[in-house]
């Protein structure tokens, strides 16, 4: 293992820099520390180079569970919104740059009034700490600046905008959970028309075309459909079965909703208004496997999908509540229930939560991916004959290696190739492409666009 000697405030930039950049380093500290301690100690140069190399090396070690301390402060003062954590990141790590200041000071100090005592040089106290004062003085004065050049978040975003009238599409409406209560709400894209619709927490959803009727999956994962007119939440489905919004689909009226589960290996429909259930035996859809449901626009009709081999089936509600499910032939296009949400094939789980993931989409020449992991970021390309060239990159990734500050999640284009909605870190924001400008939506994730991309169909 390669040995870190610097001072406290060099542990980022050294494990970023490596090897290479350790020794100037170290020598531009001992060499530095060695010189204003001879003015005011005067004591032999030579003799207080071997001094300055011990002493930064037990500031290292102090440095240690100095960097994780200001782990901690940096999360209490940095926001978490992209904007505000730009703005406040100079002032974090002037903060934090101190901390390391005082924290050397003092380790500095203590090694060098026991190093005078057993060395017999009688310098008194106040002798000893103005060294150590003004020697390190002078080092942080280069140090601190070169920390915060090494540390930075990379950002290619040249404006922060206070608002988002600039939008290109300002009146395309966008929904949401937000973040605060937990609710679907809709807003449009210059920011205004905030408005509820449905007032219960959730965590996956899927609403008709005009809002009135929304099924969607609690923050306890049991299924749930919300109608305006009735003006509550009612339960359809209690389970601790994980599914996606694909296998699950309401009537027209919201009067029917049906789910397939595969863990119990049945069909169900519910009619909401009395709870009724009837069920139909997943052996009964012939083959059918990872299925899709999805509703027609009739009353009582809906269609069913799975992988294997295509299989599409109608199933029928009878009077009696019956269901009776028939192979659908030809090539007839089906006259399916608008309606729209978080549907889908990338998929995630994790722990208790799960969801389809939309970290790509693609417009003309124009691609927009983000990725997570360490090095979370969105990035905007061009695709040039087959090759990608990069057009902008926003990310968040300060500190130790510039790892990731924020998890980068869902993008879409707003209907133009020029700006994009993406989500990061618990906020949706609209990104203007070519003026590299970047404008706060609302706090909350697992956006959609009432555009062909969240349209509910039958899986392909």
């Known amino acids: 293992m390669t040995p870190m000697l610097a001072d406290a405030i060099d542990i980022p930039v050294v494990l970023l820099a490596g090897v290479i950049v350790l020794a100037p380093l170290l020598a531009f500290n001992v060499f530095v520390e060695a010189f204003i301690l001879k003015k005011c100690w005067r004591l032999p140069y030579r003799q207080l180079c071997v001094f300055a190399l011990v002493a930064n090396l037990w500031s290292l070690l102090a440095g240690i569970p100095t960097k994780i301390l200001n782990a901690y402060l940096y999360d209490a003062l940095l926001p978490a919104d992209i904007p505000g954590y730009f703005a406040m990141y100079p002032l974090a790590l002037a903060i934090g740059s101190l901390v390391y200041f005082a924290v050397t000071l003092l380790v500095e100090g203590g090694y060098a009034l026991r190093w005078c005592r057993r060395n017999g040089l009688g310098l008194s106290a106040g002798v000893v700490w103005c060294g150590i004062l003004f020697a390190n003085l002078a080092t942080y004065a280069v140090l601190a600046p070169l920390h915060y050049w090494m540390t930075q978040p990379g950002n290619e975003i040249k404006q922060f905008a206070k608002d988002t009238n600039w939008a290109a599409h300002p009146e395309q409406m966008f929904l949401f959970v937000d973040g605060t209560d937990g609710f679907l709400k809709a807003a449009r894209l210059d920011g205004t028309g905030l408005r509820t619709i449905v007032p219960e927490p959730m965590a996956d959803y899927l609403v008709s075309s005009n809002l009135s009727v929304c099924l969607f999956r609690g923050t306890n994962g049991n299924l749930y459909l919300y109608r305006q007119d009735l003006g509550k939440a009612q339960p359809v489905w209690k389970t601790s079965e994980q599914y996606l919004m694909n296998r699950v689909a309401f009537s027209p009226s919201g009067a029917h909703v049906a789910y397939v589960s595969e863990k119990n290996n049945h069909l169900t429909v519910v009619e909401t208004t009395s709870g009724k259930e009837t069920q139909l035996p997943e052996s009964r859809l012939l083959g059918v496997s990872d299925p899709s449901v999805v509703w027609s626009v009739e009353e009582m009709r809906f269609y069913v ?132 400008q970047l404008g706060t939506l609302a706090k909350g994730d697992r956006f959609i666009l009432l555009t062909p991309r969240y349209e509910k169909r039958l899986k392909n």
Request: charged residues 20%.
């Open 305 to 436: 999908k799975g992988t294997e081999g295509n299989r599409e089936m109608k199933v029928t509600v009878g009077s009696d509540g019956t269901l009776n499910a028939e192979a659908i032939e030809g090539t007839n296009t089906l006259s399916t229930l608008p309606c729209y949400g978080r549907i889908g094939d990338g998929s995630w789980w994790g722990g208790s939560d799960w969801g389809v993931s939309y970290h790509q989409d693609a417009t003309n020449d124009l691609e927009a991916s983000s990725w997570p992991g360490l090095d979370s970021g969105l990035r905007i390309y061009r695709d040039v004959s087959g090759t990608n060239s990069r057009v902008l990159t926003v990310s968040v990734r300060p500190g130790l290696l510039h790892l990731a500050g924020f998890y980068f999640g869902d993008v879409a284009f707003a209907g133009t190739p020029d700006q994009c909605l993406f989500e990061a870190n618990g906020y949706i924001y609209l990104l203007d492409i070519p003026r590299k």
